[in-house]
């Protein structure tokens, strides 16, 4: 099981600008998201992920770099794990867990409970909708270039509606990153922890890493 320290940032918040969360991060480390785990889905996009928190909020970067970009999806809580989608799952019981969906265009799903699928729901609209999204895709030109894109999410403390979280200063949670697109010419499925199923699922919390919030 991989671990990972999440940093505290004083400098940015829930209310601060995209530039002034990236200027933030700038200085932190990304890790990648390399874990393939079904040999029937073998394609592996280059991806990397900044992660820190603030005072009130959680932020999440990633940077993406695929064959291909799509994005049907534009409505909160459609299923936008069938277009480019990143996500982030994240226990804080060890028990029910938020998974937290954004494809490339920013559109998101967020949904909450335990694994069994009839024990999870979708979070409301207006909770979805409270976190602050920036999406940057850069489409090449040339036949065969990959295209690039970047996303920024500023997740408030609120969006875990299931808590009352006033800070994430010394928790321990589990949680795991990924990457995919089920409906994409070339469907793939990574993640940052490895996952032990033997069909693409990244609902399985008992392979969730641990996450550390200094």
């Given at each position: 099981?991989?671990?990972?320290?999440?940093?505290?940032?004083?400098?940015?918040?829930?209310?601060?600008?995209?530039?002034?969360?990236?200027?933030?991060?700038?200085?932190?480390?990304?890790?990648?998201?390399?874990?393939?785990?079904?040999?029937?889905?073998?394609?592996?996009?280059?991806?990397?992920?900044?992660?820190?928190?603030?005072?009130?909020?959680?932020?999440?970067?990633?940077?993406?770099?695929?064959?291909?970009?799509?994005?049907?999806?534009?409505?909160?809580?459609?299923?936008?794990?069938?277009?480019?989608?990143?996500?982030?799952?994240?226990?804080?019981?060890?028990?029910?867990?938020y998974n937290i969906e954004f494809n490339c265009l920013?559109?998101?799903?967020?949904?909450?409970?335990?694994?069994?699928?009839?024990?999870?729901?979708?979070?409301?609209?207006?909770?979805?909708?409270?976190?602050?999204?920036?999406?940057?895709?850069?489409?090449?030109?040339?036949?065969?270039?990959?295209?690039?894109?970047?996303?920024?999410?500023?997740?408030?403390?609120?969006?875990?509606?299931?808590?009352?979280?006033?800070?994430l200063a010394g928790m321990q949670c589990t949680g795991?990153?990924?990457?995919?697109?089920?409906?994409?010419?070339?469907?793939?499925?990574?993640?940052?922890?490895?996952?032990?199923?033997?069909?693409?699922?990244?609902?399985?919390?008992?392979?969730f890493g641990e996450l550390f919030f200094q």
């Amino acid at each position: 099981m991989k671990g990972l320290v999440i940093p505290f940032l004083d400098r940015v918040n829930y209310h601060s600008s995209t530039d002034e969360v990236l200027a933030a991060l700038a200085g932190l480390s990304a890790f990648r998201l390399d874990e393939v785990a079904w040999s029937d889905y073998p394609y592996k996009p280059s991806v990397y992920v900044k992660i820190a928190h603030t005072a009130d909020s959680l932020l999440l970067v990633y940077q993406v770099s695929e064959k291909h970009a799509i994005a049907n999806r534009r409505n909160t809580n459609d299923p936008v794990y069938k277009d480019s989608c990143v996500e982030f799952f994240v226990s804080f019981d060890h028990v029910h867990y938020y998974n937290i969906e954004f494809n490339c265009l920013g559109t998101g799903l967020i949904g909450y409970g335990r694994e069994a699928e009839n024990e999870r729901s979708l979070l409301p609209r207006s909770l979805v909708e409270r976190i602050h999204t920036d999406s940057h895709i850069v489409t090449k030109q040339k036949h065969g270039e990959d295209t690039t894109w970047r996303l920024v999410l500023n997740v408030p403390f609120s969006v875990f509606d299931a808590h009352s979280i006033k800070s994430l200063a010394g928790m321990q949670c589990t949680g795991n990153f990924y990457k995919c697109g089920d409906e994409l010419p070339v469907p793939h499925f990574v993640s940052w922890n490895r996952i032990n199923h033997p069909t693409p699922n990244f609902h399985v919390p008992g392979c969730f890493g641990e996450l550390f919030f200094q």
